[in-house]
């Protein structure tokens, strides 16, 4: 069964297509607050103010989920790297028993293995 799309991508999906939405009311009730009468002036004003408080509440929820959608992205382990860690240990090890088959101390095969390590 396959994976429905990333709530995330519907997240953002939907606040652009909401910004866009805010944008164009703002942009109509801006047009006629700037043509109103001025009997007229504060109720227009109003709903322009609204609308670009709501234009701006929109934009703001859009970058944190970007940000909150980064940062977990960047505090996920990578599984390549994880499998390299892997790899290494092993090979790690196998230093450490080559070492004591040269006759290599204890002290010694760990500084090998450790400077195998960083090297890698």
Known sequence: MSEGPDIDTLALATLDRLAALDLSAAEKAHGALMAAEAKDIPEFSRAYRGLARSLRQTLALKDRLRRQRAERAESRPDPDRLAR????????????????????????????????????
Do not use: M, N, S
Not at 90 to 99: G, T
Not at 101 to 116: I, K, M, V
């Open 85 to 120: 860690a892997g790899r290494f240990d092993i090979l790690a090890e196998a230093v450490r028993e080559a070492a004591e088959d040269a006759g290599c101390d204890p002290a010694e095969r760990e500084d090998l293995a450790e400077r195998f390590h960083a090297e890698a």
